[in-house]
């Protein structure tokens, strides 16, 4: 068994989606409960990330890959920068 206090950390890639990236982060911020850290990889998108496309989200984390790696390498890399000390991954 595991002690001690379980840290939420969601890892959220992504390319060229600023539209949906911002809706997501107003979601996330709505919600009741909310993770430790918010990370975004941009995926080496066309024009970088800016931070006013969160909405305001707290506990965020912005990385940028400076070629295109694809979803499950920008993932991957978004995990070598968690806090928390497990990785749960929706398929």
């Given at each position: ?12 890639p992504?390319?060229n989606d600023?539209g ?7 979601c ?27 909405n305001?989200?707290?506990n ?5 890959n400076?070629?295109?790696?694809g979803?499950a ?6 995990s ?12």
């Open positions: 068994m595991v002690s001690g206090k379980m840290t939420i950390s969601l890892i959220i992504f390319r600023f949906n990236v911002s809706r997501l982060a107003a996330l911020k709505s919600q009741t409960l909310s993770a430790d850290e918010y990370i975004f990889i941009d995926d080496a998108s066309d024009f970088p990330l800016e931070e006013y496309h969160l305001g989200l707290s965020l984390k912005i990385f940028r400076e070629r295109r790696l979803p390498s920008s993932r991957n890399s978004g070598t920068r968690l806090k928390a000390s497990a990785d749960i991954y929706r398929l």
